[in-house]
């Protein structure tokens, strides 16, 4: 059963710069799942930000973050990361990485079958 595990949350300053880890255990995630990470904030629904499919391809993205955030594998570590840059007050919410068998990757929550326990993102002054 595969289990994902975020850390790197914290609060941070407005442009400042944060880079999210998703350690996956249980099994690999290359070439078997597509990862996604998603964040809420209170009372918001919960948005996809950025996603990589297990096929390869160019990730897609959250409008509101194109730009300013990466997502990248680490095949030896097992791990997603989720680079974030030039961070905002509407960046504030906490952040979810979810996997799914499939080929490909998509930013809405339905179908991804893994997540984690998410790690919080707080931009303030």
């Known amino acids: 059963q595969l289990q994902l595990v975020e850390s790197g949350g914290g609060l941070v300053q407005p442009g400042t710069s944060l880079r999210l880890s998703c350690v996956a255990s249980?099994?690999?995630?290359?070439?078997?799942?597509?990862v996604a990470w998603f964040r809420q904030a209170p009372g918001k629904e919960r948005e996809g930000v950025a996603c990589i499919a297990s096929s390869g391809g160019a990730p897609k993205w959250a409008d509101s973050v194109k730009g300013r955030f990466t997502i990248s594998r680490d095949k030896a570590k097992n791990t997603v990361y989720l680079q974030m840059d030039s961070l905002g007050s509407e960046d504030t919410a906490t952040y979810f990485c979810?996997?799914?068998?499939?080929?490909?990757?998509?930013?809405?929550?339905?179908?991804?079958?893994?997540w984690g326990q998410g790690t919080q993102v707080t931009v303030s002054s």
């Open positions: 249980g099994s690999t995630l290359d070439y078997n799942y597509s």
């Open positions: 979810a996997a799914r068998d499939g080929t490909s990757c998509h930013l809405i929550p339905i179908g991804y079958n893994f």
